[in-house]
């Protein structure tokens, strides 16, 4: 019912930012979270960040709180994912995702809506 559908990544030297994308349509949730996930090879998909679009309220994996940040633009159902500071271990397959309701926990399992993806790789 939500499609999603992610741009933005790109190669990146370590410590440089990048900001990806994500224009949501279809039948979205006032009470839902819209959120990041990301898959490295070899790896379970790990939550990075989520956002209410009503509630004004972000969380942030520990793994990248304090380096990367949720903003959007409402008018154009786009959420940004800003990324500064990159690291090696952020190179992965990044993933725009939503749940429809306000009971979520940061798992995969929680999240109902998810686009096709967008690669990542921070590298010298």
């Known amino acids: 019912q939500v499609q999603l559908v992610e741009s933005g990544g790109g190669l990146v030297q370590p410590g440089g930012s990048l900001r990806l994308s994500c224009v949501a349509s279809?039948?979205?949730?006032?009470?839902?979270?819209l959120g990041w996930f990301r898959q490295a090879p070899g790896k379970e998909r790990e939550f990075v960040a989520g956002?209410?679009?009503?509630?004004?309220?972000?969380y942030y994996g520990e793994s990248v709180k304090g380096r990367f940040s949720i903003s959007r633009d409402s008018a154009k159902n786009t959420q940004y994912l800003q990324m500064n500071s990159l690291k090696p271990e952020d190179t992965a397959v990044y993933y725009c995702?939503?749940?429809?309701?306000?009971?979520?926990?940061?798992?995969?399992?929680?999240?109902?809506?998810w686009g096709q993806g967008t690669q990542v790789t921070v590298s010298s």
């Open positions: 995702a939503a749940t429809l309701g306000d009971k979520w926990r940061p798992t995969a399992s929680d999240f109902t809506s």
């Open positions: 279809g039948r979205t949730s006032s009470r839902g979270v």
């Open positions: 956002s209410s679009w009503s509630g004004h309220i972000t």
